[in-house]
C-alpha cells in the first residue's frame, strides 16, 4: 500500500497524521475541561492540578507540530476526489470544515502556547518542549489576549470537528459510500468532479471572524473596561520634609511548583518624610491594595482566600522608621498584612539620578507567619519564603523632578 494519496486513496502517512492529530485532540481537550474544574485548596490538589494542565499544554504542543507535518505533507499530495461529486453544496461544506480544521491545528495550541509563554508560572510544559518563545516578552496583557484567543479558537475547533464527525458519519451509516474506509483502510473511492472552489477563502473568512470576536472580546474585557489605578500615590507636598514619589514597583516573587515566580501590585501608595541628614524623625507609611496583584496565570489564586485573601483584607500596610545603616539605610517597621502585624526590616539603597534619588530595597517574608497559604504546608507547590522588591525614584515634594531643587 502507497505511502502517498492517489486521486481516489488517502496513502499510509496522510492517514496515519490523520489519527495522530485525532488522538491528540480528543485527549488534550477533555484534559483541559478537566484540569480546568479541579480544586486547588491544598498542596496535593494544586500539585495534581498544576500535573494535568501539564500534560495538556505539552499534548497540545505536541497537537501542533503533528498538524503542521500534516498540513505540509498535504501541500505535497494530490488530494483524493470526492466520491461523490454529484453533492456539490455538501462537497463545499466538507472542504470548508476541513480547510477551518487545518488552520484550527495550529491557531488553537499557538495561542495556548503564547499564553504560557508571556503569562508567569504554573504548569510546566513539559519536556522537550520549552517555557518560551522567540519574541514573545513576559506580558500580562498578551497572555490575556492569547487566552481569550485559545479559548474563541477552541470553541471554533470543536463546532468544526462536531461537523467534520457528523458528515463521517453520514457517509458510513447512511451513504455508506466508502469515504471513512478511505480514511481507515487506504480504499480507493471515489470519481473525478469539478473542486470545491472558494471554501478555503470562506474558512479563511470564518477565522477572520474568530480573530475580530477575540479582539472585542479582549477589549470589553473587565481588565480592559477598568481604568488602571495609578501606580503610585505622591505624598502631600505641604508636608515638612516630605518627599514626592514620581515612578517605582512593588514586587514579589515566590518559587512555586520549583519555579521563580515574580508579580506586581498594579495600585499603592507611599507617604515619605525623609532628610538624608538626619538620623532621626525619618519615617514612611506604604499601602498595597491586595487585589491588584498579577501574578501571572495565578493572579486570581494568589489574591484568593487560600492566600492574600482580598477580599477580606483589602489592604496591606508598611509603616516604617528609616535610619543609616553603614553606607545604606535600613527601613524598621511593622508589616499588617492578612490580619497579622509583625516586624519587617528591609535595606535599601539611595542613588542619586539625574536630579532624582532612587530607591532600591529588597527583603523577605515567610507566607506561613501571617497565615498566608496553611493548605499549603510544604514547599512541593509554592516555596515558604516570599522575596519583596522595591524599587522607586522620588524627590522632595517641593523639588521640580527636572532639577532636583
Known sequence: MSLKNTPRSYGRLARGLHWATALLILTTFPLGWYAEGLPYDSSEALAWKAGVFSLHKTLGIAAFFTGLTRILWALTQVHPVPVNPEYRAANWLAALVHYGLYAALL?????????????????????????????????????????????????????????????????????????????????????????????????????????????????????????????????????????????????????????????????????????????????????????????????????????????????????????????????????LLNGRSLPLNMSYTLTPEEGVTRMSGRTTIDRRSFGIGENYPDEASVGFVVEVLVDLTAVPATASPETGE
Open 107 to 335: 491557531l488553537v495550541p499557538l495561542a495556548g502556547w503564547v499564553h504560557h509563554a508571556a503569562a508567569e508560572g504554573f504548569a510546566p510544559i513539559l519536556w522537550p518542549f520549552g517555557q518560551s518563545l522567540p519574541m514573545v516578552p513576559k506580558s500580562l496583557a498578551l497572555a490575556d489576549a492569547a487566552g481569550m484567543a485559545h479559548v474563541i479558537a477552541t470553541r471554533v475547533l470543536l463546532a468544526l470537528l462536531i461537523l467534520h464527525i457528523a458528515g463521517a458519519m453520514k457517509h458510513a451509516v447512511i451513504d455508506r459510500d466508502g469515504t471513512l474506509s478511505r480514511m481507515l483502510t487506504g480504499r480507493a473511492a471515489g470519481a473525478p468532479g469539478s473542486k470545491s472552489r472558494g471554501a478555503a477563502l470562506a474558512a479563511a473568512v470564518l477565522w477572520g471572524g474568530a480573530a475580530v470576536l477575540t479582539g472585542a472580546a479582549v477589549s470589553y474585557s473587565p481588565t480592559a473596561e477598568t481604568p488602571a489605578a495609578p501606580r503610585v500615590q505622591s505624598v502631600a507636598a505641604a508636608e515638612p520634609g516630605a518627599w514626592q514619589v514620581l515612578d517605582g514597583s512593588l514586587k514579589i516573587a515566590v518559587v512555586q511548583m520549583g519555579s521563580r515566580v515574580e508579580g506586581e501590585f498594579a495600585s499603592w501608595d507611599a507617604a515619605i518624610r525623609f532628610d538624608p541628614a538626619a538620623t532621626e524623625g525619618n519615617e514612611a507609611e506604604v499601602r498595597i491594595a491586595l487585589a491588584s496583584l498579577k501574578l501571572g496565570a495565578v493572579s486570581d489564586q494568589a489574591t484568593g482566600p487560600d492566600f492574600l485573601n482580598a477580599a477580606a483584607f483589602a489592604e496591606a500596610r508598611y509603616t516604617a522608621r528609616l535610619r543609616p545603616e553603614g553606607e545604606n539605610w535600613l527601613a524598621e517597621g511593622e508589616l
